[in-house]
């Protein structure tokens, strides 16, 4: 990483500065991977524009741009543009994409003439030459003419020229690749940058962004850093697969460097990150010869702006899935399977990393989301499709469900089977939630009867309907509050239970969205409150926008997953793991810069970019990673958010996971231990209470309460750390604290599988997320023994592309299970890295069959 970024990462708007803007209309929050809130109305006027000029042939064809997301791309890229300024750029996005699709029909690649024939027009059109439509009967040429009129009015002198020759420039670069194809040629890393970065098609999307400003030469070199990186990221997402004829950076550095594509995911990635640097290197030229030229940062803040923008929209759009490689052994690897497998990791987790340094993990989808989604679709029955195929999702799942995920499909699917004491067969998953969510519980069983109601008609108690609101809550405990309160008193006949004034608050609160795909990232609580919307007001104008977002949030498999994102709390949580490997670390320093730009105004942080909502876990994770890497650069945000913390306090030494007063959990205050410890005496005593709540809830037999997650080795893992980083502090007892860490460690190693490993509790079998959780307590604090068989069995559950596949143990809504793929591989990390010098040894003294 060059000096000038060590000393000046780049800078993003953060929540502090900007969430006052993100209403309607708003400027959102540049790089920092923020969507206008105007996004919509763009996307669904390029769908409209796109079939009115027969770019889309068929409802396959719609449904594919549908899934792209044009009017995110947008809204990512120029946050601050007007409505109109968006719906051009989303419908430029639909065009070039829809052209570029042309030459790759039905898997065959087209020849140099075909491209010829179809960009030659175009070329044309853009140039004005009289009759350039003349014998051609071609869509895409009528598309662009319309679009070519609408895009150059008002621009600057000289603009249409030059959009025009980077358009023929693109279509030159298209044709030399298609050349490359079809005589099977291999081109150099050079070759192929420089072809790569026309055929991206940036430079053209750049030029509309700016279209109503002058030209500015010396932007060139911050124009080509934007098309490498959004090109190479593109890249990077085809890593895992490589099929005939297909030419791209991943594949060109294999050959070249006669390396595994892996290994070559894993430098092209480096090499976008230096790319980032070349661009504020630039940038701060650019800077320094027009010192009291505003306009100039503006114009660099544009395009950055552009280029982060662009990258969080390949990262979310269904367009882009990225598929991993297989990641071969290090040809150095000597005898160490423990360093084998972390770089093996390592290079994963590189690709992992968006450039503007976000973790944009992507949640799997559930049962739960993707039944309310289709009972909602079902209620306004506009999109048959997408019904069928969230049904046809469910079925699949219905045989290896467990006993309330086959509840739940059984309502959707077959309402007219669930028996009228569904609520009574509820009562386990009920008692579960209660235990887990203390106070929060009894709206947790109401919760789960009105969602079974929305599914498959259950009948409601009228007695049961939780009371109003009182006093301060957290947004999604509102949200859902006021959506369970509105589907019991529709549900029930009692419309009166429920005041004008919480019908209109429902709606206001997800009114105020934030340019997110889904209401505050949750789906779940999106969901119930639009189904209950939908129930008292059809046709609510919230919802169809809602729902053009919800379908674009699907996974993969076309399911709802829990939420689109916590990408602040994954950037912490990696950003700290990073740190401890060579070749992770010069991510760090934009992962720092991301999540500090997030933090709120009351000093926490939200777990996903763009909600409101702070959290203490969050907030905890944050203050770790940032005082880890960089205390000094970083004290502002840090003593904010000690104060946030302390303000969190509860009496008894407990920290609650959203509001002050709400019931405490050990997991929150573990974290407020680990993030208040650095700061010596000033919160020494709050450092000390917690201390004592952590030591006065743990169990007899080691353990603590899991809440949020399933897994006693997760929340052994932050108990021992939290009283290992207090165990100096001044009031807490340390023959206490060893005697509980003694107990944890035990009851560990009393747990521990035959193969070395643990499951979620002793009754689970063994997995790999479980087991990196308990290796750094082992390797502290328990056996030497124990540690080796661990780190052997954690060993064995490394796949082919270098991840640790798992379980997941994280909830949300309690009880309930959802999975980031990411947390069991950063975890694993850890497990290889913290303990590795003392596992090491102990690995390499054991029995070779142990070892295997």
């Known amino acids: 990483m060059n000096d ?36 919509q109305g763009a996307e669904l006027g390029a769908r409209s524009w796109a079939k009115r000029w027969g770019l889309v042939g068929d409802a396959a064809q719609a449904r594919r741009l549908a899934g792209m ?17 968006l719906e051009v750029l989303a419908c430029w996005g639909a065009f070039i994409t829809l052209v570029d699709d042309g030459f790759d029909q039905g898997g065959e690649h087209a020849s140099v003439s075909e491209v010829r024939a179809v960009l030659d027009p175009l070329v044309e059109v853009l140039k004005g030459t009289t009759g350039a439509r003349a014998g051609c009967d071609a869509p895409a040429v009528a598309a662009l003419e319309d679009l070519w009129r609408r895009t150059v009015v008002g621009t600057a002198p000289g603009w249409c020229a030059r ?35 026309r055929t991206i098609t940036v430079a053209p999307l750049l030029l509309v962004s700016e279209r109503l400003l002058d030209a500015w030469p010396q932007a060139e070199v911050l124009h080509d850093v934007c098309s490498d990186a959004v090109a190479w990221t593109n890249d990077v997402f085809d890593a895992g697969t490589e099929h005939a004829g297909e030419i791209g950076l991943v594949g060109v550095l294999a050959r070249e460097r006669g390396v595994g594509r892996g290994e070559a995911a894993a430098m092209a990635r480096a090499m976008i990150e230096e790319r980032l640097d070349d661009f504020e290197s630039a940038a701060e030229r650019l800077a320094v010869l027009n010192p009291h030229d505003g306009g100039v940062r503006s114009r660099i803040e544009r395009v950055r702006t552009f280029l982060y923008g662009a990258v969080a929209w390949q990262y979310e ?10 990641q071969h052994a290090p040809r150095n690897r ?37 039944a309310l989604l289709l009972a909602l679709l079902r209620a306004r029955d506009t999109y048959p499709k997408e019904e069928r195929e969230l049904a046809c999702w469910l079925e699949e799942r219905r045989a290896g469900a ?30 579960d939630a209660v235990s887990s969510a203390g106070r929060r519980g009894q709206l947790k069983r109401s919760m789960l009867h009105a969602v079974l109601h929305v599914l498959g008609g259950l009948r409601l108690n009228p007695a049961e309907i939780p009371p109003a609101a009182g006093g301060t809550v957290s947004t999604f405990t509102l949200a859902n509050l006021l959506a369970v309160r509105v589907i019991y008193a529709q549900a029930t006949d009692r419309p009166h239970a429920v005041s004008t004034g919480e019908r209109f608050q429902l709606a206001d609160v997800l009114e105020k969205g934030s340019g997110r795909l889904l209401w505050e990232a949750s789906a779940a ?18 919802v169809a926008p809602a729902v053009t977002g919800l379908l674009l949030a699907r996974d993969s498999d076309g399911a709802m997953p829990f939420l689109d994102s916590q990408d602040v709390w994954l950037s912490a949580v990696g950003g700290l793991a990073f740190l401890a490997r060579r070749s992770l670390r010069p991510y760090t320093a934009r992962m720092g810069a991301f999540v500090a730009a997030w933090q709120a105004p009351d000093g926490g942080w939200p777990f996903a970019a763009g909600i409101r909502q702070t959290d203490v876990d969050t907030a905890a994770r944050c203050m770790e990673f940032l005082h880890a890497l960089d205390p000094h650069r970083y004290r502002t945000h840090l003593a904010r958010g000690a104060a946030y913390l302390a303000a969190k306090a509860g009496p008894d030494g407990g920290f609650p996971t959203w509001r002050e007063g709400d019931d405490p959990d050990l997991d929150m205050t573990a974290g407020a231990v680990l993030a208040l410890t650095p700061h010596g005496r000033t919160h020494a005593p709050l450092v000390t209470a917690a201390t004592h709540y952590i030591l006065d809830t743990q169990h007899g037999d080691g353990t603590w309460q899991r809440s949020w997650t399933l897994s006693e080795s997760s929340v052994i893992l932050r108990a021992v750390d939290a009283l290992h980083a207090a165990r100096d502090t001044l009031g807490v007892d340390s023959v206490r604290a060893a005697a509980a860490i003694t107990r944890a460690v035990a009851r560990l190693t009393a747990t521990q599988q035959p193969d070395g490993g643990w499951g979620h509790t002793p009754d689970h079998d063994t997995d790999p997320l479980s087991t990196a959780q308990a290796i750094p307590v082992l390797a502290r604090y328990g056996p030497p023994h124990a540690t080796a068989a661990a780190t052997a069995c954690l060993l064995s559950c490394q796949d082919d592309t270098g991840r640790f596949p798992a379980p997941p143990d994280q909830t949300g809504p309690r009880p309930l299970a959802f999975d980031y793929p990411v947390v069991a591989d950063l975890h694993a990390l850890t497990a290889l890295t913290r303990p590795q010098a003392d596992v090491l040894d102990r690995f390499q003294g054991m029995p070779a069959r142990m070892r295997r």
């Open 4 to 39: 000038y970024l060590r000393s000046n990462p780049p800078r993003f708007l953060g929540a502090d500065e900007g969430l006052s803007l993100l209403v309607r209309g708003g400027g959102g929050l540049a790089g920092a991977g923020v969507c206008s809130a105007w996004w």
């Open 69 to 85: 997301g044009h009017g995110r791309m947008a809204g990512f890229v120029a946050p601050a543009g007007s409505s109109a300024e």
């Open 163 to 197: 959009f025009a020759a980077s358009y023929a420039s693109f279509a030159k670069a298209t044709c030399e690749e298609a050349r490359w194809r079809q005589e099977s040629y291999t081109p150099s890393v050079a070759e192929y940058i420089a072809v790569r970065r």
């Open 317 to 326: 759009s269904r367009r882009y899935r990225a598929t991993l490689p297989v």
């Open 334 to 370: 000597a005898a160490d399977p423990i360093e084998s497998a972390a770089v093996r990791l390592e290079r994963r987790l590189a690709l992992a990393v968006a450039p503007g340094g976000a973790l944009p993990d992507r949640c799997a989808g559930r049962v739960l989301e993707t």
């Open 402 to 431: 467990d006993a309330l995920d086959g509840m739940l499909i059984d309502a959707v699917l077959r309402p007219q089977t669930l028996p009228a004491d569904a609520a009574a067969a509820a009562a386990p998953f009920v008692g």
């Open 525 to 542: 609580t999106h969901l119930l409150a639009l189904n209950a919307l939908q129930s008292c007001r059809p046709g609510h104008p919230v």
